[in-house]
């Protein structure tokens, strides 16, 4: 059923339901009959469904949007924001749209968003990842505070991390070929957002 089929179905059932409510219970042999209650029940149980399912075609909606606006990744839709924030600003904004700041979990994800980033972004800039070590330095870990299984550190060059405690946040650099180097948090980078793909 389509986003205005389930409207038109939800408004039906609540002027039936408020109608439902309006009409006095029937007396049968001097007490109420509450069979009526019943169908309100049923009723509200209809429309609790109906609104279940309105809500989660609006948010698949809303992931079509974003990945016609962004692009699509193995099960993920990706949306840049070019705009240079904090880490920390970077990561409310990411939460703020119903998504997290981008982490790859496997080369191909990282070749893909450092592609993306170049076309979207820009080809010399760099953006936030969803990886940081503010709880203990050098233990590297995603949003959710697991460890980082997959990692892409500048090791030939620059050695990285190796920022200690001045430099807990990491970015993944578009001139690097989407290396990853630990940076200060405070530092204002682009970031890309990511939306999981039910």
Known sequence: MDLRGLQVTLCLLLLLHGSLQQTSPKKRNGKKDYVTSDAIEKLQKQIDDIVRELNLLKEHQALQTVCLKGT???????LADPVKKTYHAAYDD???KGGS???P?????NDQLHSYVRQSVGPEEHIWLGVNDMVTDGHWVDQTGSSVRFKNWETEITHQPDGGHAQNCAILSTTANGKWFDENCRAEKASV???NIV
């Open 72 to 78: 699509k990744v193995l099960g993920k839709c990706l």
């Open 94 to 96: 990411c939460i703020a």
């Open 101 to 103: 700041l981008s982490t």
């Open 105 to 109: 979990l496997t080369a191909d994800e």
């Open 193 to 195: 957002c990511e939306f």
